[in-house]
């Protein structure tokens, strides 16, 4: 099953569909996942609406699962537990790059491990391009959302 949407403007737009077969052939570096959680970020919400630039794509990338199918030269093996980003994730079954995902943190759950590929990284690049270090002050603007709460998380942990 996968979630799917027949047109942007609603949230009653989206409907549970059958999930078309993947097909058998994986790309070189690729994996197929079992998906256990898919993290929403403003921008999927955002796409479902209609709000988004252009098209995006279908919604949800952040997401976690136990790797059902490796192609050649992937960097995952069949049975690891990964998070990071994968392709229309809203389903039982997704593809991903093996170099988008990293092994699921064991003292998290799929559900909360599926909330920090976006929010972790763009974090992560705005402070590293700010070169904020420790013992500095920093401001952070709209810090009431996903990205602007792991940076207060991130700032305190420097």
């Known amino acids: 099953m996968r979630l799917d949407f027949h047109s942007r403007g609603a949230i009653s737009n989206l409907h549970v569909v059958p999930q078309p077969l993947l097909g058998s052939s994986l790309r070189d ?14 921008r999927d919400m955002l796409n479902v609406m209609g709000e988004y ?14 790797v059902v199918e490796s192609g050649a030269t992937s960097r995952v093996s069949v049975g690891s537990m990964v998070v990071g980003l994968a392709i229309a994730p809203l389903a039982n079954v997704c593809r991903a790059s093996s170099l988008l995902l990293a092994p699921h943190p064991t003292t998290l759950s799929f559900e909360e491990a599926s909330t920090l590929p976006v929010t972790w990284s763009t974090t992560h690049e705005a402070v590293k391009r700010s070169n904020l270090i420790g013992l ?15 940076a207060i998380e991130y700032a305190q942990w420097l």
């Open 53 to 66: 630039p252009g098209d995006p794509g279908p919604p949800g990338s952040d997401s976690t699962g136990v």
């Open 136 to 150: 500095k002050r920093a401001v952070l603007q709209a810090a009431a959302g996903g990205v602007g709460i792991k």
């Open 29 to 42: 570096g690729e994996v197929e996942l079992c998906v256990r959680a898919v993290g929403l970020n403003f």
